[in-house]
C-alpha cells in the first residue's frame, strides 16, 4: 500500500500524529507535479511550482479536510491547481485588455505558462460540460493538462490501468477538440 494512502487511512482513524506525517509526502509530490507542468511552458508568464502548490494546498483546506484516499486528494489537487491557473490567465487577459492589476513577481525560478490565455480558458470551460458527460475523463484531463502529470502518474492517481487511461485520454482530446472545433 501507498505510504500516503496508508497516512490518509491513519487520519480518517484520528490518529493525530498522522495529519503531521501528511504534509511533508504530499508537499514533496504535489512541488515535482507542479514543477514539472511548469517546465514545459515557455517564457512570458512566471509562476514558481512552489507559490503553485502553496495556493493549492490552501484551497485543499491547508490540511483540515479527510481525503479518503490518494486519488481523492490528487483529484482535488488538480481541480486546485486548475483554477488557480484559470485564475492567472483571467488577470492576465484583463491586464491585456486594459486593466490596472499590478503584475505579481516571484524572486524564486522563473517558470512560465506556454498555454495561449485564450486556449487555457476555452478547456476550462469545455471541462464542465465533459464532466457532465464523463467525469473521469474531465479527472483525466485536469491532471494531464492542469497539474502536467505524465499518462502514467495520472493512471496511478485515478487508480485505473495505463492502457484504461490511454483509452480515455484518447476520448476526453477527441472530445475537446469537437468542442473547441479544432
Do not use: C
Request: proline share 3%; hydrophobic share 45%; charged share 30%.
Amino acid at each position: 500500500m501507498n505510504e500516503v494512502t496508508h497516512i490518509f487511512e491513519r487520519v480518517q482513524q484520528g490518529d493525530p500524529k498522522a495529519a503531521e506525517e501528511l504534509l511533508p509526502l504530499v508537499y514533496e509530490e504535489l512541488r515535482k507535479l507542479a514543477t514539472q507542468k511548469m517546465a514545459r511552458e515557455a517564457p512570458g508568464q512566471t509562476l514558481q511550482p512552489t507559490a503553485l502548490v502553496h495556493e493549492a494546498w490552501l484551497r485543499l483546506g491547508g490540511g483540515q479536510v479527510h481525503w479518503e484516499n490518494r486519488r481523492q486528494f490528487f483529484a482535488a489537487a488538480a481541480e486546485g491547481m486548475r483554477r488557480i491557473l484559470i485564475e492567472r490567465a483571467r488577470r492576465r487577459q484583463v491586464l491585456k485588455r486594459g486593466g490596472f492589476a499590478e503584475r505579481e513577481d516571484f524572486s524564486e525560478s522563473k517558470i512560465v505558462i506556454t498555454a495561449p490565455t485564450d486556449e487555457l480558458l476555452a478547456v476550462h470551460e469545455a471541462l464542465d460540460q465533459l464532466a457532465a458527460q464523463d467525469s473521469a475523463a474531465a479527472e483525466l484531463v485536469k491532471l494531464r493538462y492542469f497539474v502536467g502529470m505524465t499518462m502514467q502518474e495520472a493512471a496511478d492517481a485515478m487508480g485505473l490501468p495505463l492502457r484504461g487511461a490511454e483509452r480515455l485520454w484518447t476520448f476526453a482530446r477527441a472530445w475537446l477538440r469537437s468542442a473547441l472545433g479544432k
